[in-house]
C-alpha cells in the first residue's frame, strides 16, 4: 500500500550506462570523443584534448599500481580548478581507487580534520594547496605522498609527468569492475553548519547523476557545446558537473577563481553557451553595473543550486541577459547533485523543481517525532529523500550516518520546506539557521532576499541575535553598492514596508565589506555570529 503523503519522481527507465564502473565509463567516453577539446585554461588558453586526457590518465593508473596503489585505497586532489585536476580522478576511478577532492584553501584545522579522516595515500597537489598541504603535513600521524600536478620550480616533489614519463600503456589496459556501492568519491560537505563531513558517494550514485542528464538535457550530449567550469571540482557539485561533461565530450573552460572582469571576459571571448552557477553570482549577473560593457549573448542556459536564490534576482538575471532559461536545482553533498530540479522546458521562479527520476520525498513535521505522518501539500516541514542518489553515509562515522538516514533509509536534510498541488519544491531555510523571534520562525533567506532588492545593497546576510524577551531578534549586516550612500533607516523603511512585522531588523544593521561565504557560495553565518559575540 502506498503510504499518504510521499513523493515520487518518474520511474528510472534511462538504459544509459548502466551496469559499468566509473572508470570503465570514463575510458570508453575519453577515447570516443578522442581529438575534440576537452579543456581550456582560461587564463593561459592551453588546451587539452580527450585523448589527452585518456592517455595522461592511463599512464598515471599504470605508475600509481607500480607503486602499489589498489582498489579501495584513497587518493586526494588539494587542487583550485584546472585542466590537470581530472587526470588523478580518472586514473583512480580505471584502479577501483577512491578519490577525495579537497580545498586548497581549507583553514589549517579544516584540513587537518579532512586528511585525518579519510587518510589518503597520495595527495595530488597544485602549486595553491602545497602551501596549506607542507604546513600540516608534518602534523599528520601517517604520511601521505604527496605529487605535483603540474610542474613546480618551489619544491622537489615529483609531479606527474615525472612520474610517468617512462610508462608504456599496452592494449590490454582495463578499469576495473566496481559494486554499485563501491566508494567511488568522498567529497566534503561544505562546513556551513560546523566542521566538513567526509560523504561515501558510490558507483550508483555517481551513474545516476550522469544517466539523468542524458534524458533531462539532451542539448548538452554534444562535443560541440562550451561550457564555463568555474565552481570548485573539490565540492560535490561541481564535482558531478565534471564527469558529465567528460562523459558526454562537452567543452569547458576552466577558471580558478572567481574574479569580476576575467568571468565576464570569459563568457564574451569562448561564447560560453551553459554555465553553473551559485546564488552570489546570479547576484552579482543581476545587479553589477559591469555586467552590460561585456556581449553575454551567447549564455542559453544557467543552472542555479547549492544555496537559496532569490526569485527577483532569479528574473532580474533573466532579464538582463536574456537566457532561455535559468534552472535551480537542490541537493546536498549527501545527495550527491540535484534530487530536486526544474525539469526541461519548465521555469518557475522561486521553486527548485521536481523530484528526480527514481527519487522519493516526504516532508515530515518540524520536531514531530519518528512516527509522524508525512504533510501534504503547502505545509512546510524538514524535507526527506531516497533513492539512488542518497549517500552510503559518513565515511567512519556511524552516528552521524544514523543521525541522518534513518532506518527506513531517509535522509532527512536538516531544510525546511514544502511542495505544492502540483509537486514542485520550495526551499525555505534550514532548520538550524531559522531565527526564533517570540514564538514566530523567521527565515533568513527571506529576508537577505528582500535586502537583495534593495538598491544600494549590493550583499546581504541576516542572523538572529539573542535577547533575553524574545528570544532572537533578525539583524542584517549589508555590503553597500559601490558609490552608494544608503543608511541604515532607509533599509530599516524599505523591509517595514514590505514585511510583517515579526520579520523587521529589530536586531539592528551593521554596514560591512563583505559577506562571508564557502567556496559553494553559501553565507557562512556561524562566522557573522561569531564577530557579533566577540564585539559585545
Ligand atoms: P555542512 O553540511 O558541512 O554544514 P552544507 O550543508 O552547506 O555544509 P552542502 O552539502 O554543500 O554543505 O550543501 C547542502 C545545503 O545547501 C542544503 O542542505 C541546503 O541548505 C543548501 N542548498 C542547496 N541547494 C539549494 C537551493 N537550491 N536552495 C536553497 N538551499 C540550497
Ligand atoms: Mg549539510
Redesign the pocket.
Known amino acids: 500500500m502506498q503510504q499518504k503523503n510521499i513523493l515520487h519522481g518518474p520511474p528510472d527507465t534511462i538504459p544509459q550506462f548502466k551496469n559499468l564502473s566509473m572508470g570503465q565509463l570514463l575510458l570508453n567516453q575519453l577515447s570516443v570523443h578522442g581529438n575534440w577539446v576537452a579543456q581550456v585554461d582560461a587564463l593561459t588558453g592551453r588546451k587539452q584534448t580527450f585523448k589527452e586526457i585518456l592517455i595522461d590518465s592511463q599512464k598515471l593508473a599504470v605508475a600509481l599500481e607500480k607503486e602499489g596503489l589498489k582498489k579501495n585505497d584513497h587518493i586526494a586532489i588539494c587542487s583550485e580548478n584546472n585542466i590537470e585536476f581530472c587526470i588523478p580522478m580518472c586514473a583512480a576511478f580505471y584502479l577501483g581507487a577512491t578519490v577525495c577532492p579537497l580545498n586548497p584553501l581549507y583553514s589549517e584545522r579544516e584540513l587537518k580534520h579532512a586528511l585525518t579522516i579519510t587518510k589518503p595515500k597520495y595527495i595530488f597537489v597544485s602549486a595553491v594547496g602545497i602551501v596549506n598541504i607542507l604546513k600540516n603535513h608534518n602534523q599528520l600521524f601517517w604520511l601521505p605522498k604527496l605529487i605535483m600536478l603540474t610542474e613546480s620550480k618551489v619544491n622537489k616533489f615529483p609531479t606527474i609527468k615525472s612520474l610517468t614519463s617512462n610508462v608504456t600503456v599496452d592494449s590490454s589496459f582495463h578499469a576495473c569492475a566496481v559494486d554499485d556501492d563501491h566508494v567511488l568519491v568522498i567529497p566534503?560537505?561544505?562546513?556551513?553548519?560546523?566542521?566538513?563531513?567526509g560523504?561515501m558517494l558510490t558507483n550508483k550514485n555517481l551513474l545516476t547523476v550522469i544517466r539523468h542528464f542524458a534524458v533531462s538535457t539532451p542539448e548538452i550530449l554534444n562535443t560541440n557545446v562550451i561550457t564555463l567550469a568555474l565552481l570548485p571540482f573539490f565540492?560535490?557539485?561541481s564535482f558531478s558537473v565534471l564527469l558529465v561533461r567528460l562523459a558526454f565530450g562537452n567543452k569547458s573552460i576552466i577558471l580558478p577563481r572567481f574574479d569580476e572582469k576575467m568571468f565576464l571576459q570569459t563568457i564574451e571571448k569562448y561564447r560560453i553557451e551553459y554555465i553553473t552557477l551559485v546564488?552570489p553570482l546570479m547576484v552579482f549577473l543581476a545587479k553589477h553595473p559591469i555586467v552590460d560593457k561585456y556581449d553575454l549573448s551567447s549564455i542559453k542556459d544557467i543552472w542555479?543550486?547549492?544555496?537559496?536564490?532569490s526569485e527577483d534576482i532569479a528574473k532580474m538575471v533573466a532579464e538582463r541577459l536574456n537566457v532561455r532559461s535559468i534552472k535551480?536545482?537542490?541537493?546536498?553533498?549527501?545527495?550527491t547533485l540535484?534530487v530536486?530540479k526544474l525539469p526541461n522546458n519548465s521555469m518557475k521562479y522561486g521553486s527548485?523543481g521536481t523530484l528526480a527520476p527514481g527519487t522519493s520525498a516526504k516532508v515530515i513535521p518540524i520536531n514531530g517525532g519518528e512516527s509522524s505522518e508525512p504533510l501534504g501539500p503547502n505545509k512546510m516541514g524538514e524535507l526527506c529523500f531516497k533513492g539512488d542518489l542518497i549517500m552510503k553515509g559518513y565515511y567512519n562515522d556511524e552516528k552521524a550516518t544514523a543521525a541522518t538516514i534513518d532506518k527506513d533509509g531517509w535522509l532527512h536534510?536538516?531544510?525546511i520546506?514544502y511542495y505544492d498541488e502540483q509537486c514542485y519544491f520550495y526551499?525555505v531555510?534550514?532548520l538550524k539557521e531559522l531565527i526564533k523571534y517570540k514564538g514566530y520562525q523567521v527565515p533568513p533567506?527571506e529576508l537577505e532576499a528582500l535586502l537583495l532588492t534593495c538598491s544600494g545593497v549590493k550583499d546581504a546576510a541576516v542572523i538572529g541575535i539573542p535577547n533575553e524577551e524574545a528570544g532572537e531578534l533578525p539583524a542584517a549586516f549589508i555590503v553597500k553598492q559601490d558609490g552608494s550612500n544608503i543608511t541604515a533607516e532607509d533599509i530599516t523603511k524599505f523591509v517595514n514596508e514590505r514585511l510583517s512585522s515579526h520579520k523587521r531588523l529589530r536586531g539592528g544593521i551593521r554596514f560591512i565589506q563583505s559577506i562571508p561565504k564557502?567556496a559553494?557560495g553559501?553565507i557562512l553565518r556561524r562566522v557573522l555570529r561569531d564577530t557579533f559575540k566577540s564585539k559585545l
Open positions: 566534503y560537505s561544505s562546513g556551513t553548519t560546523g566542521l566538513p563531513k560523504v565540492h560535490a557539485y546564488p542555479c543550486g547549492a544555496a537559496h536564490l535551480q536545482g537542490y541537493g546536498l553533498t549527501e545527495t540535484a530536486v527548485v536534510s536538516g531544510d520546506g526551499v531555510d534550514r533567506a564557502t559553494s553559501k
